[in-house]
């Protein structure tokens, strides 16, 4: 059976199409944890409803999905993703720290914002998820050179750490910018829209499929991006076919 491939835009309209309900079930003295959800998943195509558990209990989150299986997460590993608090030091951490249980269990689930904060934040847990396996792929679009050039620390790091990073980009910076250069960096400069207007990030999660994770974010105005992410290793691994087939 055949793979399916998701190109950037493919990949928006697939997620795009999956309705999604998430019910959060929450003690009477954590209601607040209900609204902030909410805050973060009432985008079109989403329901976030509230079941009332007894107090003590640890509240927990069901997703559900037009054609997927239920997955059911500890809410304090969905709030500690939507935090945005993940600190910025992650490169000091040590090697043999286990992947953040934020992440763990949120495969097949999927996410769109229009909030730009958030879509770095997301960035920035699947740059650290590459950096805390330390091998497999990761798979950049940068739009343009010197939006890459901008993160050399963070990419030295992880060049370093033994991850392979293959950079797109639709067009080069200045000649004055002096680009990185590593063994295991990859650069594929090609003119094209969904180079110069997509913004993306697919970890291959270095031969785990539970680790595969991918954020494709559109720019649809000057500054202004549409973005989604998943978890699901099949759709992961549809976009990193399409980007190795292509480029």
């Known amino acids: 059976m055949n793979e399916q491939v998701y190109s950037p835009q493919s990949l928006v309209d697939e997620i795009d199409a999956r309705r999604r309900t998430i019910t959060v079930f929450v003690p009477p003295d954590e209601t607040d944890a209900t609204t902030d959800l909410e805050d973060h998943f009432a985008t079109r195509n989403v ?17 559900r999905s037009e054609g997927l299986p239920q997955r059911t997460v500890p809410l304090g590993a969905v709030r500690a993703l939507l935090s945005g608090n993940a600190g910025s030091e992650w ?11 934020a992440v763990v269990g949120l495969d097949e689930l999927c996410f769109r914002s229009f909030d730009r904060r ?25 739009q343009r050179e010197g939006a890459f050039e901008a993160q050399r620390e963070v990419y ?30 990859s650069y594929h400069v090609d003119p094209v829209p969904e180079l110069s207007n997509y913004w993306f990030l697919a970890y291959d999660g270095g031969g785990e499929p539970y680790q595969k994770c991918a954020l494709v974010a559109e720019e649809r105005a000057r500054g202004r991006y549409y973005g989604v992410w998943t978890y699901d290793p ?12 292509t480029y």
Do not use: W
Request: net charge negative; hydrophobic share 40%.
């Open 156 to 185: 030295e790091a992880l060049l370093t750490r033994g991850v392979t990073v293959d950079a797109y980009m639709g067009s080069l910076g200045s000649e004055a910018v002096g680009r990185l250069e590593h063994p295991n960096l």
């Open 118 to 142: 958030q879509m770095l934040f997301t960035c920035r847990e699947i740059e650290e998820r590459a950096y805390r396996i330390g091998h497999g792929t990761l798979h950049v679009g940068f």
């Open 91 to 101: 490169r000091t951490l040590p090697t043999d720290v286990d992947t953040p249980s």
């Open 47 to 63: 329901t976030v409803e509230t079941r009332t558990i007894p107090v003590g209990r640890e509240g927990f989150v069901v997703v």
């Open 234 to 245: 099949s759709l992961v691994a549809g976009l990193v076919a399409y980007l190795k087939a």
